[in-house]
């Protein structure tokens, strides 16, 4: 049986057919293929996801998710809302109010089942949305950090930095449903999904300067994704931005009216159903590579693991499909 590492709890029932490859000369391509190309951070990373996807396709992993609500550690009204649709998980974020203001034991909550979708075969593709019809979250409980020290502190950030990198670093496909506020921590999240939806209500902003603290982490990733003139702009005033300009700077990608969210959303998501988790995965990684490395490591990094994908079933069994007019079979 696939066994995951020991900070890891899988949920979900999956079974598959051999892959190309064993398990053995599987991880012996990918350590003799990747490791001199790929930055230490990403290579860990590529080589847990791609290991234990590819044990899983030999024996299956046991267990099952449910829906219902992942309560925080310190808190018995804060949590992850988890939902189940088909192959889709919806996790929906529940902070303190209405408003949904985060702190780490959500953080570490949402971290944690975004792990758990990723090692569920059954599961195509996330969505994150807020609870509540207010708002996605206007950000981090300011109640929760205002008396915080250097190594509090610390320890807070970081707790938001794995929910976000969760998210980033998820083999599977992650799109945000934002309604109303989407604020500071909040805004880094939507930053580290690979799609956003979002309502016509909805408005952005990193307002940590207005606050006395910078804005840090996943904030990185706004400059390559509005430019650097508007990222300087956004962080060091602090202002916010609404939908149709979040729209026009490349920071969500559609904006519909609040009630076809939902509809929008799970429809986005449906769009994975019929593609391969492996070359998903693989997608996400090339692009993070794109995004770390200097041009040239960057396409060798694309070129070995374009090639490491024919080391599963996928591709042919996709290029199969497509010549025989029908749906692939992953």
């Not at 920071?251 to 593609?275: N, S, Y």
């Amino acid at each position: 049986m696939a066994t995951p590492p020991p900070e890891m709890r899988t949920w979900g029932r999956c079974s598959r057919s051999s892959s190309a490859l064993s398990s053995q000369a599987f991880n012996a391509a990918m350590n003799a293929s990747i490791a001199a190309t790929a930055p230490a951070a990403l290579s860990g990373h590529w080589f847990a996801v791609i290991r234990f996807l590819h044990s899983m396709l030999e024996s299956g992993a046991d267990g099952m998710i449910i829906d219902g609500l992942i309560i925080g550690e310190s808190s018995m009204t804060t949590g992850v809302l988890l939902k189940r649709q088909d192959a889709i998980a919806t996790l929906g974020i529940k902070g303190r109010t209405d408003l949904n203001l985060l702190g780490p034991d959500v953080f570490r909550t949402l971290a944690e089942q975004v792990e758990q979708c990723g090692r569920d075969e059954s599961i195509r593709a996330i969505i994150l949305r807020g609870v509540g019809s207010r708002a996605f979250s206007a950000g981090v409980d300011l109640h929760e950090m205002k008396d915080l020290e250097p190594l509090s502190a610390e320890r807070f950030i970081r707790s938001l930095h794995a929910a976000a990198r969760g998210l980033l670093n998820s083999p599977l496909p992650v799109v945000a449903a934002i309604h109303g506020p989407c604020l500071g921590g909040a805004f880094e999240l939507a930053l580290a999904c690979d799609i956003c939806i979002v309502a016509e209500d909805a408005v952005f902003g990193l307002p940590e300067v207005r606050v006395g603290l910078p804005s840090v982490i996943e904030a990185s990733l706004l400059p390559p994704t509005v430019g650097l003139g508007r990222a300087r702009r956004l962080l060091l005033t602090g202002e916010t931005i609404d939908a149709e300009e979040a729209l026009q700077m490349g920071v969500v990608d559609r904006v519909v009216p609040k009630a076809d969210l939902e509809k929008t959303a799970l429809e986005t998501a449906q769009t994975f159903l019929g593609m391969s988790r492996y070359v998903l995965a693989a997608q996400k990684q090339i692009v993070s590579a794109w995004l770390e490395m200097g041009e040239e490591a960057a396409a060798e990094y694309s070129i070995k693991t374009f090639s490491l994908c024919f080391a599963t079933p996928d591709p042919h069994e996709a290029m199969t499909a497509f010549l025989e007019k029908r749906p692939p079979r992953f």
